[in-house]
């Protein structure tokens, strides 16, 4: 299992969420490669390669520093000259996308392909979202996520607060 040495910091609501153990380079180049495929997801007022300088700068320092979202929004701030808003907000939607990665990475090296579908269960839930809560799908074959038709897993898409729950066994 490649993911074994990463421990995850599953926040309290309202607390960041962080990677805070070090993990070893292969790791880290796998993650980079499918976080970096990422890209293709527009970021109001960035241009693509701004879009992949933030993702090369933040992944290292989630993956190897066991950086916090206050600690990145302060160095999005900084390197891209965005208000603590705009950067409050990449930081908790870049950090959800790796931990989104990890879960999936996780769960399908160690032979688990299928989770449950559950959303925030707010108000704020998309429509879209709300129609997949509790239904059960597999890594490898996502549901559809939009009115786009666009498909992904729990936390794939901007602002998405959905998470896959893995079924360990049938």
């Not at 490649?2 to 910091?9: F, S």
């Not at 549901?143 to 794939?156: F, K």
């Amino acid at each position: 299992d490649v993911i074994e040495n990463v421990k995850i910091a599953i926040p309290e609501r309202g607390q960041s969420f962080a990677i805070i153990k070090r993990v070893d380079s292969e790791v880290i180049k796998q993650f980079k490669d499918e976080y970096l495929k990422t890209t293709a997801l527009p970021i109001n007022n960035m241009e693509q390669r701004a879009i992949e300088r933030l993702r090369k700068k933040l992944l290292p320092l989630v993956m190897e520093e066991g950086y916090t979202q206050a600690d990145l929004s302060e160095v999005i701030q900084n390197e891209f000259g965005m208000t603590k808003r705009h950067a409050d907000f990449l930081a908790r939607q870049e950090t959800k996308l790796i931990k989104s990665k990890i879960i999936k990475d996780r769960a399908i090296n160690t032979g688990h392909t299928r989770y449950v579908w559950q959303t925030a269960g707010d108000q704020r839930v998309r429509d879209t979202h709300r129609a997949l809560n509790g239904k059960i799908f597999d890594f490898n074959n996502p549901p559809i996520i939009d009115e786009l038709g666009n498909r992904g897993n729990p936390g794939s898409s901007y602002n998405c607060r959905c998470v896959a729950r893995i079924i360990l066994s049938e």
